[in-house]
């Protein structure tokens, strides 16, 4: 590792600082530093300014909702957790359609007749329209269940976001339209950073709706 100018070595996942112990203040402050370091890109892979990505994807879910398309999430684990809270909130508070495939008979009934691969590329096969936007969630960005979703939901004529993290060349970063990528190994800190990213777009959305 290498120490920064601010006394924070830079590793493989998020910063650590040089000689203190883990705290809750410390975990904060590194935190918001990840928060910062936030990367996005289009899907030539080209660099693109956080701020013009974020933009890119606000007004591709506002236009496409606006036109009566749906917002679709898909997500394991602690991603799972996301997706279904955010289609609550885009649909709640966004007024947006939005729909997660977790209910618990319909993952359990794809995995075992298709295999768990398949449990997100089946269900936008049959409720995925031309138009519709799929946010593809995946800390690692190699879940194949994911990829599969977004290469479905691609065929199907919809737009892709996606939010990954772990290692910059997993093979998510470049699937979608506008890609966030966040730049650390701790499964915390990315589950946390995509979970701002989706309130923050919900968020601004609402805002600019009110």
């Known amino acids: ?27 904060l402050v590194d935190l918001g530093a990840l928060l910062t370091r936030i990367e996005c890109g289009d899907a030539e892979g080209r660099p693109l300014p ?6 890119r994807a606000i007004e591709m879910i506002t236009t496409q909702t606006a036109s009566g398309r749906k917002v679709m ?26 729909i997660a495939f977790n209910d618990a008979s319909l993952l359990t009934c794809v995995a075992n007749d298709f295999g768990y691969p398949h449990v997100f590329e089946k ?3 049959m409720f995925a329209d031309p138009g519709d936007v799929l946010i593809a969630i995946s800390s690692s960005g190699k879940s194949e269940n994911i990829l599969r979703a977004v ?10 976001v996606t939010m990954s993290g ?45």
Not at 50 to 55: D, H, K, V
Not at 151 to 160: G, P, S, Y
């Open 1 to 27: 590792m290498r120490p920064s100018s601010t006394g924070v070595q830079q590793g493989r996942g998020h910063p650590v600082r040089q000689g203190r112990a883990r705290t809750i203040p410390v975990f």
């Open 50 to 55: 956080l701020g013009t990505g974020a933009e």
């Open 73 to 98: 999430f898909v997500g394991n684990g602690g991603s799972a957790a996301i997706a279904s809270h955010q289609a609550i909130d885009y649909w709640k508070n966004g007024g947006m359609r939005a």
């Open 123 to 125: 269900s936008i096969e």
């Open 151 to 160: 290469a479905t939901a691609v065929k199907a004529q919809c737009r892709v």
């Open 166 to 210: 772990f290692s910059p060349d997993n093979p998510l970063r470049r699937q979608g339209e506008v890609n966030f990528y966040v730049p650390s190994h701790s499964y915390g800190f990315v589950e946390i950073a995509h979970l701002s990213l989706c309130h923050g777009m919900v968020d601004t959305i609402t805002e600019r709706r009110s």
